[in-house]
Each structure stands twice: as structure tokens, then as C-alpha cells.
């Protein structure tokens, strides 16, 4: 089925460890995004990439790193994970047509 | 940076009654794309209805339909004849017209919305 895949759905760390979410879509769609969600705090922007080859931050960049693999893949890494960046993970694409497609999201706690 | 601001935390509603979930935003633009999105338990995001800055004409999608005031910067989405599937958090984003932010959505902080029967 065409849309957003994102890896692992769950994962538990330790503090300190690091992980990396993966992300791919198969829409062709040029600019991916990672949102983060916490409760009452919506969806707030990590990082993006407007296009192949080009990342930029968002509102909320700190402790993540991110790596537009190709055209399909958006993967957002924790390098030292810290027990503030426990919540729930989306990534998202876009194309032309201001659709949207998000993944099923991951949940992350970090201990 | 634009904001987008849902003051309602929580919203009730009987089934089969109407409900209005407010959406207020700050924008120096005058071209962009107002959404609603709904989130079940499911943690899906799902796309309600959206709305371009440009279309005087209100989105109406079957049961759900927004009210855009443009000169007040306000986004409400209007809910008719309830039913529990509508339990969810909803929340109201905005889009740029321009590349700004690679397109990316910004969103309000939400309002879960509770139906009873």
C-alpha cells in the first residue's frame, strides 16, 4: 500500500543510548518532515527536507540529527538520548497537491 | 513565525448534536492553506477538510464544515449530527503559500473531543 512507513512502532532506551527512526515513503513526494507529539503541545516540527539533498531545522531541533537518505527515505537519529525526548515520533511527506500523508507514528521512552 | 491557536482543550458533545471547535491563527501573509486534522486512540493523523486562503466559499466535507473569517484569522470547524467515531483530538494547522519551512505544517495544540451518547 502506497504511503508512510516508519520504524520501530515501540521502542524503550536507556538514557544516553542512541537510536535511529526510519522513515520512506513511496508517493514520489519531495519535501519529508519529523514532527514530535507530546501531550497538550500538538505537533511540533523537528527537522524537514524541502527536497532531495537539502535538511533544515524546525521549531524543535535540539538533540536530533536527521539524513535525507534519497528521494524515498527521512531518518531522524538520537545521538544521546535523554529522558525530555520520551514521546510520540511522526514523519510525514507532501507533494505538489498539499496533500499530507503521515506514518503510523513511534513511540519512544526514554528511561 | 506563524501560530496557530486552539484555546478549547476539551470539547463534549451529544450524539446527533452539533459542535464548533475554534481555531485562531497569526499570519502576515495573504495566500496560504488552513487544515483540520483528526486523531484517533489510533494515533492516525487523518485529514478533515482544508481550505485556501484565496476561496471565499467555506470547506464543506458531508458533516463537517469550517466557518474562515480571513479578517479575523479564525478556522472553526463545525461538526453536524455527531457520532461516537467522531471522538478524537482534532487539530488545526496552517501551511504557508511559499516554501517557507519546506511547506511544513504548523499546528495548534489540539482539542479532544468527547461524544456521548
Known amino acids: 500500500n502506497a504511503g508512510v512507513t516508519q520504524t520501530p512502532k515501540f521502542q524503550v532506551l536507556k538514557t544516553g543510548q542512541s537510536m535511529t527512526l526510519q522513515c520512506a515513503q513511496d508517493?514520489?513526494?519531495?519535501?519529508m518532515y519529523w514532527y514530535r507529539q507530546d501531550p497538550g503541545m500538538g505537533l511540533r516540527l523537528i527537522y524537514y527536507?524541502?527536497?532531495?539533498?537539502?535538511?533544515d531545522k524546525g521549531e524543535v531541533p535540539n538533540g536530533y540529527n536527521v539524513s535525507r537518505l534519497n528521494k524515498r527515505e527521512f531518518s531522524l537519529r538520537l545521538e544521546s538520548a535523554a529522558p525530555s525526548q520520551t514521546s510520540v515520533y511522526f514523519c510525514?511527506?507532501?507533494?505538489?497537491?498539499?496533500?499530507?500523508?503521515f506514518g503510523s507514528g513511534t513511540r519512544l521512552t526514554v528511561v | 513565525a506563524q501560530t496557530v491557536t486552539q484555546s478549547q482543550p476539551e470539547m463534549s458533545v451529544q450524539e446527533a448534536e452539533t459542535v464548533t471547535l475554534s481555531c485562531t491563527y497569526d499570519?502576515?501573509?495573504?495566500?496560504?492553506?488552513l487544515f483540520w486534522y483528526k486523531q484517533p486512540p489510533s494515533r492516525q493523523m487523518i485529514l478533515v477538510i482544508r481550505?485556501?486562503?484565496?476561496?471565499?466559499q467555506n470547506a464543506t466535507e458531508n458533516r463537517f464544515s469550517v466557518n474562515f473569517q480571513k479578517a479575523a484569522k479564525s478556522f472553526s470547524l463545525k461538526i453536524s449530527d455527531s457520532q461516537l467515531g467522531d471522538a478524537a483530538m482534532y487539530f488545526c494547522?496552517?501551511?504557508?503559500?511559499?516554501?517557507?519551512?519546506?511547506?511544513?505544517?504548523?499546528f495548534g495544540k489540539g482539542t479532544s473531543l468527547l461524544v456521548t451518547p
Open positions: 510525514a511527506s507532501t507533494g505538489i497537491y498539499y496533500g499530507y500523508t
Open positions: 508517493m514520489n513526494h519531495n519535501s
Open positions: 527536507s524541502a527536497s532531495e539533498g537539502t535538511t
Open positions: 499570519t502576515s501573509e495573504s495566500d496560504y492553506y
Open positions: 481550505q485556501e486562503a484565496y476561496k471565499q
Open positions: 494547522a496552517y501551511r504557508a503559500s511559499f516554501a517557507n519551512s519546506g511547506y511544513a505544517l504548523n
